[in-house]
């Protein structure tokens, strides 16, 4: 079976401002969601705070929760409905204070209202705001980390402009993908700083197929033109493009649907990271060569033609 | 079947054995022989799917230097009295300093040379006298205060190993951190509360005479007597369970501690069926013990623990057998604990919880329930896939996919790496990318047949130019795992063993496993067409 033919060949690169403007609206819409929301919707792992999963064995509803805990007065206090099941939920609590132990205390409260036995305290997250800073510098810095590493590696194994191609396609990934979580209301905590790292990986993966084979084919047709070398690689690379993308996102979205609610935000990120990856490898990493190439020769030119004027 | 196909099968084979053999534990558990059970342990899966608490404590290594301070103060005053050294008082003072204040030229030099002999490590300094006392002043050096803040950070880990062990708890972790941080992981624990009570107490054990002539209602005001401490005694209304603090004012001076104990044990009073912890002292606390109560028959000592009064019963009598009793309400729970957080040593220095990360039993399983069915549906889906697009090599990728499982799973257990949440994800995506390789094969197989060439000269030309790319492309992504790694611990780490792992063995299974199929099938006689 084929997806796609054989003398397919339609003309990406002659669609590239199209693809930038189209881009460029998804990461402003983004950061005008990560504006309107004051930064990043950080999770407990980055921002500090208490995070108690309960399930309930008889119905209730957020509103009566907090009734339940509001003699504890907890301050700032989110309680949500959690996974696929209708009595479990998150209680989130901004405060982290040292010397109560507030999940035993949220524990306690609920099992004098709802009774002994009817609450199962499944999880509990506590997060110190030290340790909250440490770790979102952290994280930050694995992703710089990261991201030097494959420059270094990309510039070597291929080019700098490669892997200035690759660095900014995978910026443009990263950058969505936070704009998708800020959009949709999502935490980011610290599975998701590896869902990203995964994302940079995966997207990486299909850049360099495409660029693998644009330096292949550069070698062999020179005086063909870089556009036209770009245009045709990424034709050639496309059945295997949508194959592998396709059979990744299947897998990821069973993780998704089936993976259970702790997993949940980390096969979103995946999810969205996977689609925007594919897409970019496409219409951004290879595109971007051709900037570079244009701003390179026209520079020259405009050398030449000064030089000329002299 | 050539020579080279032999030695490619052997080795295939031979890591497929080993593969399988590494993984019966994890299988078939206990059914299996000793020596198999022994060979390989079981996989280790981490706190998010067995349930445990991950904690993260904050040795306050400052409240160390602090108690250094104050212990040399008390001693200062004591060796000055000894030497008949005539002196005004002894204080701390702000920046690591101890002042010694006299009245006379003489003094001061007798305190200098009583300091240098006894506390080498301080550095005497003199400032201007004022109001016609002299002020010598010692000031701890900095390696000094470097020095006791990092044992306290290492004896606290020791007193919280001591602790953890006493608690039975299989296969606990305790790791130091940077930043004066202590990492604890307790796998399966059921009651996550009493682990925080037993870890975060710092558990000093004090005894303190009672000042008997000043009123703690006045205290509680704010008229505190000189060199006396308010403390609150704690009791609990054996009916109601109400717990009631009542102040009581003791000296400020700690006349004995807990450093000096050899055991303590949970006893139950035969009167009123109470549990109460009995404590013994090693021989310097015996004596020192015999010496107080001889000393102060009549008056009222103070337990304290952590600066709550536990009891403050009065001596009777001179007490020289070396043991005393500390009773206080206790539940039977609470006395064990108070036993073994005795029996286990004080902490240098309080801790606080910094981090605290408890999954549940329950959550746990259904973690890993969702996890593998997550990997079977995904595995389904993409083995389907491949089938209708690629037909024969499909099932060949296919095989190599399932091989790639059982890989990875295996080197997971023989590198002795845990199995997270996030891990288990890890896999799945490998799933998917693992594909890719042979996607990315195919594709040029295809490519070259197009192109005209035989069966055999496709096959070879397409893993040769494939080779490459797949490299390329594995190693950035291994670049981006290897970062993952810098986070330590976790289940974050988890994913990234996983991805690690994953990656190597996609590597292994599409480029050698794959090739081998094909090249077996291929040896076996001529082939007209690639079912691909």
Redesign the interface.
């Given at each position: 079976?084929q997806?796609i033919k054989?003398d397919i060949n339609i003309d990406f690169v002659g669609k590239r401002k199209l693809a930038f403007i189209v881009s460029g609206a998804l990461i402003l819409v983004g950061l005008i969601s990560l504006v309107i929301n004051g930064g990043p919707n950080y999770g407990i792992d980055f921002a500090g705070g208490t995070l108690v999963?309960v399930?309930f064995v008889d119905n209730t509803d957020a509103a009566k929760i907090k009734d339940s805990l509001a003699s504890l007065d907890l301050g700032s206090m989110v309680v949500q409905r959690f996974g696929d099941d209708a009595n479990e939920f998150l209680i989130r609590v901004q405060e982290s204070t040292?010397e109560k132990?507030l999940?035993?205390m949220i524990?306690g409260s609920l099992n004098t209202v709802y009774g002994d036995g009817k609450v199962?305290?499944?999880?509990?997250?506590?997060?110190?705001p030290?340790?909250g800073k440490d770790l979102r510098e952290?994280g930050l810095?694995?992703i710089a980390?990261?991201m030097i590493?494959?420059l270094i590696?990309?510039s070597w194994?291929f080019e700098l402009r490669y892997a200035i191609g690759a660095i900014i396609a995978l910026l443009h990934d990263v950058l969505i993908t936070i704009g998708a979580f800020s959009i949709t209301g999502r935490e980011i905590d610290?599975?998701i700083?590896?869902a990203f790292?995964?994302i940079?990986?995966?997207s990486?993966?299909d850049t360099?197929?495409v660029y693998?084979?644009i330096r292949e084919n550069y070698g062999k047709h020179k005086k063909e033109g870089f556009s036209k070398i770009i245009n045709s690689s990424i034709n050639?690379?496309l059945?295997?493009t949508i194959?592998?993308s396709?059979?990744?996102?299947?897998?990821?979205?069973?993780?998704f649907?089936?993976?259970?609610g702790?997993?949940h935000n980390?096969?979103f990120a995946?999810l969205v990271g996977i689609l925007v990856g594919t897409y970019s490898s496409i219409f951004v990493a290879s595109p971007i060569l051709i900037l570079w190439d244009d701003f390179r020769t026209g520079g020259q030119k405009k050398v030449a033609a000064e030089g000329g004027a002299k | 079947m050539s020579n080279s196909l032999k030695i490619r099968a052997g080795l295939v084979l031979a890591c497929l054995v080993l593969a399988l053999a590494s993984l019966g534990p994890t299988l078939f558990g206990s059914s299996l022989p000793d020596w198999w059970r022994k060979a390989f342990d079981p996989i280790h899966l981490g706190l998010d799917l067995q349930g445990g608490m991950h904690l993260v404590l904050g040795v306050d290594a400052d409240k160390a230097v602090d108690s250094r301070l104050d212990t040399i103060v008390d001693q200062t005053e004591d060796l000055l009295r000894e030497k008949d050294v005539i002196f005004k008082r002894v204080d701390r003072s702000s920046g690591e300093r101890i002042v010694i204040t006299v009245y006379d030229e003489e003094a001061g030099v007798a305190a200098d040379a009583l300091m240098a002999d006894n506390f080498p490590s301080l550095e005497a300094m003199t400032l201007p006298s004022e109001g016609g006392y002299i002020q010598k002043n010692y000031r701890m050096s900095n390696s000094e205060i470097e020095a006791v803040r990092e044992y306290a950070v290492r004896q606290a880990l020791e007193t919280l190993r001591n602790r953890v062990d006493q608690f039975g708890v299989s296969e606990p972790t305790l790791q130091r951190q940077e930043g004066n941080r202590i990492l604890i992981q307790l796998p399966g624990i059921k009651d996550p509360k009493r682990a925080i009570d037993l870890l975060g107490k710092t558990a000093r054990l004090e005894f303190k005479m009672l000042m008997e002539n000043a009123s703690p209602q006045d205290a509680v005001a704010g008229k505190l007597p000189p060199g006396g401490q308010l403390l609150f005694e704690r009791r609990v209304d054996a009916r109601s369970g109400a717990v009631s603090e009542i102040p009581i004012v003791v000296e400020d001076k700690t006349v004995l501690t807990g450093d000096l104990l050899s055991n303590a044990q949970v006893r139950i009073d035969n009167r009123f069926n109470d549990p109460y912890v009995a404590i013994d002292f090693n021989a310097v606390g015996a004596k020192r013990f015999d010496q107080i109560t001889a000393a102060n028959v009549g008056k009222r000592m103070a337990i304290v623990l952590d600066d709550t009064v536990y009891s403050a019963p009065v001596i009777r009598e001179r007490i020289s057998g070396g043991s005393a009793q500390i009773s206080g309400n206790f539940t039977e729970q609470e006395a064990t604990d108070l036993a073994i957080v005795l029996r286990a040593g004080s902490l240098p220095a309080p801790v606080q919880i910094l981090e605290n990360r408890t999954v549940g039993p329950s959550l746990g399983q259904d973690s890993i329930n969702q996890g593998i069915l997550s990997v079977l549906i995904g595995g389904l889906l993409v083995v389907v896939a491949m089938l209708i697009y690629y037909k024969l090599s499909g099932l060949v990728a296919n095989v190599v996919l399932v091989l790639n499982v059982i890989f990875i799973l295996a080197m997971l257990t023989i590198f002795g790496a845990t199995l997270t949440l996030p891990g288990i994800a890890g896999i799945v995506l490998t799933i998917g990318m693992a594909v890719d390789a042979n996607v990315l094969i195919f594709e040029r197989i295809r490519e070259e047949i197009r192109l005209g060439r035989t069966p055999r000269a496709a096959l070879e030309a397409g893993y040769d130019k494939a080779k490459l790319t797949i490299i390329d492309a594995n190693v950035t992504t291994l670049i981006a795992a290897l970062v993952l790694f810098q986070f330590g611990t976790g289940p974050v780490k988890g994913f990234a063993v996983t991805l690690t792992v994953g990656i190597i063995s996609s590597l292994f299974t599409a480029v050698i496993v794959s090739r081998l199929i094909f090249d077996y099938f291929l040896s076996r006689g001529k082939v007209d067409r690639l079912s691909i």
């Open positions: 079976m997806i054989n999963q399930k040292k132990d999940s035993a524990s199962d305290i499944r999880r509990v997250e506590m997060v110190g030290q340790v952290k810095l694995s980390y990261a590493g494959i590696y990309i194994r610290l599975p700083i590896a790292l995964a940079i990986g995966y990486l993966n360099i197929i693998d084979r050639e690379t059945s295997r194959l592998t396709g059979t990744t996102l299947l897998v990821v979205a069973a993780l649907i089936f993976g259970g702790v997993i980390f096969a995946m | -």
